[in-house]
């Protein structure tokens, strides 16, 4: 089996009367990241662990933060791209494995239709995308709830 593993991470500040999406999913929040795009953490770093197991560079360098044309782009829209050029260099997921870390908003509510959005653009059951949220348990800038972080593994298997 021809098997790729990626990883990545993002992290975005939050502040008061922004939007929050978070995995494609607009949640409810007295606080929002502040960011370009959209700003969904969650997205980002599954996109950045996706395009680091086949060797290409970052969304940074991708979907450039100086180019108008990702100003307030759906990051599930950027997934959708992602992908689509991954399935056409012959790539299938195996798995995803998420966590999100933040004090506010509450991710556990809506952590199932997260899931549900990112299985359906991966082309996977929902039971190949694995989905935690913890607090930063009161520490640093994360435990005053200054910003949101997370982190994603991916298994791809190149079908050739
Ligand atoms: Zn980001």
Same mark, same amino acid.
């Given at each position: @089996?021809?098997? #790729? ?7 975005? #500040?939050?502040?008061?009367? #922004? ?27 599954? @996109? ?28 599930? &829209? /950027?997934?959708? +791209?992602?992908?689509?050029?991954? &399935?056409? #260099? ?7 494995? @998420? ?13 199932? !239709? @997260?899931?549900?959005? /990112?299985? *359906?653009? +991966?082309?996977? !059951?929902?039971? *190949?995308?694995?989905?935690? !949220? ?9 435990? *005053? ?10 298994? &791809?298997?190149?079908?050739?």
């Amino acid at each position: @089996m021809n098997l #790729r593993i990626g990883h990545g991470v993002d992290i975005h #500040r939050l502040e008061a009367g #922004r939007k929050c999406v978070i995995g494609g999913v607009e949640i409810e929040s007295p606080v929002g990241p502040v960011a370009h795009s959209d700003g969904d953490v969650l997205v980002h770093a599954l @996109m950045d662990a996706i395009l680091g197991a086949q060797g290409e560079p970052d969304i940074g360098v991708k979907f450039p933060n100086n180019d108008n044309k990702y100003s307030g782009a759906s990051s599930i &829209l /950027l997934l959708e +791209l992602v992908w689509k050029e991954a &399935l056409k #260099r012959g790539y299938v997921l195996v798995n995803a494995d @998420m966590s999100v870390v933040c004090e506010v908003p509450k991710i556990n509510p809506s952590s199932a !239709a @997260m899931k549900e959005n /990112l299985a *359906r653009v +991966l082309n996977v !059951a929902s039971d *190949r995308i694995g989905l935690k !949220a913890t607090t930063a348990e009161k520490l640093g800038s994360l435990g *005053r709830g200054e910003g949101i972080f997370a982190s994603a593994t991916v298994l &791809l298997e190149k079908k050739d």
